[in-house]
């Protein structure tokens, strides 16, 4: 018989194990993700519907939320949206559709990473951990009164996960925001998409090949940059990405 996964009584009880919320319909699935993990030194909890998941979400302690985006009640994209309004906890997206146009929106709007439903345990725990290291990270280093980082008129601060350009401030993913970040720390130096990816993510597997190349498209819109002309984030083709100040 399959283990039950923790009761929401549990899951506020004090606990030195990693938390983590399933948002998923599929009971089945969850059963089995909870029993997988539960071993694994992870506390698992579910929401079996948009809304619920949303709740969740924002107003539990969590180290990552599993994502589905099939959901009845609200879609895994709005969840997201609106998880990520309140919230900056690691979310990994799972989903039975593989088109890459899902996978680029999800990333666009803030997963942090995006999984197959026919993934294999081993992965779902690779996954897992490197999104939870990346969130245990970025709470680490908001707390180490690291210097605001300026480039031109754009101030990125790493204390308050703020970035701001000229006077207006800029609403970015939790991905886009680590990227940014990592990129006006070299400002002037070029950094390779592999060094970029296991800087943000420390990921030690393959991962989604456009990935890096998404996040950096959404960081440009929202800078008003023209890969063309670049102001902000020049390519080196073949090489990487560099931070530029527009002002020399």
């Not at 666009?108 to 969130?135: N, W």
């Not at 601060?157 to 609403?171: I, K, S, Y």
Request: aromatic share 4%; charged share 30%; glycine share 6%.
């Amino acid at each position: 018989m399959n283990k039950p996964l923790s009761t929401a009584a549990s899951a506020n009880a004090p606990s030195a194990r990693t938390r983590v919320l399933v948002i998923d319909d599929d009971k089945k699935l969850c059963r089995l993700i909870g029993d997988y993990l539960a071993p694994m030194g992870y506390e698992v909890a579910v929401a079996y519907t948009g809304p619920d998941g949303v709740e969740r979400a924002t107003t539990e302690p969590w180290h990552a939320v599993i994502l589905d985006l099939m959901l009845p009640g609200l879609d895994g994209f709005e969840v997201l949206k609106r998880i990520r309004a309140k919230s900056d906890v690691p979310v990994l997206m799972l989903t039975a559709r593989g088109e890459e146009a899902d996978r680029i929106v999800g990333l666009e709007i803030g997963a942090d990473d995006y999984l197959p439903k026919t993934f294999s345990t081993r992965e779902l725990l690779a996954r897992l951990r490197a999104v939870t290291r990346r969130g245990s990270r970025r709470k680490s280093e908001s707390t180490e009164g690291e210097a605001e980082l300026v480039v031109g008129q754009l101030r990125v601060n790493p204390n308050t996960r703020t970035a701001v350009l000229g006077d207006e401030a800029l609403t970015l993913t939790p991905v886009e925001f680590d990227l940014l970040a990592s990129l006006a720390r070299a400002r002037g130096r070029v950094k390779t998409r592999e060094s970029l990816l296991e800087e943000i993510r420390e990921r030690d597997y393959d991962v989604f090949d456009r990935s890096i190349d998404v996040h950096i498209s959404g960081l440009r819109k929202k800078l008003g940059d023209d890969p063309k002309t670049p102001r902000y984030i020049r390519t080196l083709r073949s090489a990487g990405y560099m931070l530029i100040n527009p002002d020399e």
